[in-house]
C-alpha cells in the first residue's frame, strides 16, 4: 500500500522492498504523465499523494542509509544509521516528521579538484538526506516531463556518453555548425538566487521545505555557522536536481530554435539552421554556424544568467573553431583537416587516469598480484 499504517516500529528486514518500489515507480510515472498534459491540478495532487506515501519514506531512508556511498559521513548531529534498528527509527522519524521537521544546518567539507583547487561540499544531517529523497520523487517526475533533450546532468537514465553522443550526430562529418561556444559556470551550485528558484518551482507542495533546506545555513568546523543567502549546498541529495531546474531555458536563450513537426519536435530535432546547446550540469557547449553567432550567444546567455544568480567563468570559457578542439566532459572533440570528427579521451582525463594508477600502485607495494588485480581492475574497467 502506498499509505500504509504508520505504527510506532518498523521491522526493517521485513519490508517488502519490491512492493514499495513499484508503488513509487508508479506514481512517479502518473506524475510524469499528467505532466507531459499540462494537468497541473492532477500533478499537485499526485505530488501531494507522494509527500505521503509510506513506501517514498522508506526508499528515501534505505537510499540515504545503506546505498548511497555518503552514509557512512555524519551531519553536523554527527548520527548515522548503519544498522537495521537504527534505519528503522530514522523511517519513523521521517515519516511522522514530514509536515514539521525543521532542516538543520549542513557541514561544510572540502574536497580536492582537479585542477588543485578545493570544492565545498556541504553534508546534511541524515533526516535531511532522507526528506531530501522523499521531496526529489515528487518533484523529478514533473521536471523531468519538461526539461530540455540535450539536457544530462543528474537525470535519471541519462549520462556523459548520451551528451557526447549527441555532440558527434550534431558535428560529424558534413555538419556545418563549426564554432563552438565551450562554456563553464562559475560555481553555478554556490551562486543560485534563492527567490527565482523559489519562483520556478511554482505551487510545487514541497517548495517551502525546500526554502529551508536553501536557507539552513553552514557550520564550518573551527569557524562556527554562517547563513545561506544564495546558492544550494553540494552533497544536498536534492541540489542536482535544484540546479537543473535553475537552468532550465538555456536552451531557449541560446536561440535554439526547434523542428515545427509535431513527432520531431517530441523528440527534441532542431531546425538546420538553429544553434544546438548540448548542457551536462553547468558544463555546455553551443554549436555555431560562424564565430559572430557563438559571440552573440555568449553575450545573450551573459544577460540570462544573471539574474538567476549566476555568470561565465571566463578562464574556461571560449570560443573556439571545431578544427582546433575542445574539451568536454573529460573527452576531446575535434574535426580534423580531412573532415573527419576524432573523439577521444582528453590529455588532462588521460592524465588524472595515468596519476590515480600511479598512486595506487604505489599504495600496493609490496602487495600479491592477486591483491593488484581486484585493486586496478574496478579503476580500469571504469575508465574504458
Known amino acids: 500500500m502506498v499509505n500504509g499504517p504508520e505504527g510506532n516500529g518498523i521491522d526493517w528486514d521485513a519490508v517488502n522492498w519490491r512492493a514499495c518500489e513499484l508503488e513509487v ?34 526508499l528515501s531512508v534505505r537510499q540515504a542509509t545503506q546505498r548511497n556511498a555518503g552514509r557512512v559521513t555524519a551531519g553536523v548531529d554527527g548520527v548515522v544509521a548503519l544498522t537495521s534498528e537504527d534505519r528503522a527509527k530514522v523511517a519513523v522519524q521521517v515519516h511522522q516528521g ?9 557541514k561544510r567539507v572540502y574536497i580536492p579538484k582537479a585542477n588543485g583547487k578545493q570544492r565545498p561540499l556541504g553534508i546534511p544531517v541524515i533526516v535531511d538526506r532522507c526528506h531530501q529523497g522523499r521531496v526529489r520523487n515528487a518533484l523529478e517526475p514533473e521536471w523531468e ?54 519562483s ?3 505551487m510545487f507542495p514541497g517548495r517551502k521545505q525546500i526554502g529551508q533546506w536553501l536557507r539552513a545555513g553552514v557550520f564550518e568546523p573551527g569557524k562556527g555557522f554562517s547563513s545561506t543567502k544564495e546558492g544550494t549546498p553540494q552533497g544536498g ?11 532550465h531555458g538555456l536552451e531557449e536563450a541560446a536561440g535554439v530554435r526547434l523542428a515545427t513537426a509535431p513527432s520531431q519536435r517530441a523528440v527534441g530535432q532542431t531546425r538546420p539552421d538553429s544553434t ?17 553567432q ?52 582528453s590529455k588532462a582525463a588521460v592524465k588524472r587516469h595515468r596519476e590515480r594508477l600511479s598512486e595506487v600502485m604505489h599504495g600496493l607495494r609490496g602487495s600479491n598480484e592477486k591483491a593488484v588485480i581486484v585493486r586496478l581492475n574496478p579503476i580500469i574497467r571504469g575508465w574504458a
Open 98 to 106: 514530514r509536515g514539521t521537521w525543521k532542516p538543520l544546518p549542513v
Open 237 to 247: 541529495v536534492i541540489s542536482p536536481l535544484l540546479l537543473n531546474v535553475a537552468l
Open 294 to 345: 557563438a559571440r552573440e550567444v555568449k553575450a545573450r546567455l551573459a544577460e540570462w544568467l544573471k539574474p538567476r544568480g549566476l555568470a561565465f567563468n571566463e578562464e574556461k570559457t571560449r570560443v573556439v573553431h571545431l578544427e582546433d578542439g575542445f574539451d568536454f566532459l573529460g573527452f576531446n572533440l575535434r574535426r580534423y583537416l580531412v573532415g573527419k570528427l576524432l573523439i577521444k579521451p
Open 25 to 58: 515507480q508508479r506514481l512517479r510515472q502518473r506524475i510524469f504523465k499528467a505532466a507531459q498534459e499540462q494537468d497541473w491540478a492532477q500533478v499537485r495532487n499526485l505530488q501531494k499523494l507522494m509527500l505521503r506515501s509510506r513506501s517514498n519514506t522508506l
Open 276 to 292: 544546438v546547446l548540448v548542457r551536462y550540469a553547468d558544463d555546455f557547449v553551443v554549436c555555431c554556424f560562424t564565430e559572430q
Open 145 to 198: 516531463a519538461r526539461f530540455e533533450h540535450r539536457s544530462y546532468g543528474f537525470r535519471p537514465g541519462r549520462g556523459c556518453q548520451d551528451a557526447i553522443e549527441m555532440l558527434f550526430n550534431t558535428l560529424r562529418k558534413g555538419s556545418t555548425r563549426v564554432w563552438i561556444l565551450d562554456a563553464d559556470l562559475s560555481a553555478a551550485f554556490d551562486k543560485i538566487d534563492h527567490d527565482r528558484l523559489l
Open 200 to 202: 520556478a518551482l511554482g
